[in-house]
Nanobody
Framework: QVQLVESGGGLVQAGGSLRLSCAAS????????MAWYRQAPGKERELVAV?????WYADSVKGRFTISRDKDKNWLYLQMSSLKPEDTAVYYC??????????????WGQGTQVTVSS
């Protein structure tokens, strides 16, 4: 099993920055790719950024957000800049298993709230 705990959310004005962190513990050797998702009120959860051997970003955050990972220390980060009110959401840390022997489902954190005021 893998446990994920996010931190770093909060209230920020539009144009500001925040850095989200996700601490992974447990069977971290089983983790393949990691990602950040977000879910705004009344909307479906959406993929924001992914990191493995490469990175991928949603068009809505490209150029403003940066995903990074410290594999040795089992941390995942999301540096968010030029924040907009539409970035307001609960942000979730996600980890995909290497194979079915590790897990048949992804692991998720509990989420951290990011609120951007206009």
């Amino acid at each position: 099993q893998v446990q994920l705990v996010e931190s770093g959310g909060g209230l920020v004005q539009a144009g500001g920055s925040l850095r989200l962190s996700c601490a992974a513990s447990g069977d971290t050797i089983c983790i393949d790719a990691m990602a950040w998702y977000r879910q705004a009120p009344g909307k479906e959860r959406e993929l924001v950024a992914v990191i493995n051997s490469a990175t991928w970003y949603a068009d809505s955050v490209k150029g403003r957000f940066t995903i990074s990972r410290d594999k040795d220390k089992n941390w995942l980060y999301l540096q968010m800049s030029s924040l907009k009110p539409e970035d307001t959401a609960v942000y979730y840390c996600n980890a995909a298993p290497l194979d079915r022997d590790c897990s048949r489902t992804d692991w998720w954190g509990q989420g951290t709230q990011v609120t951007v005021s206009s």
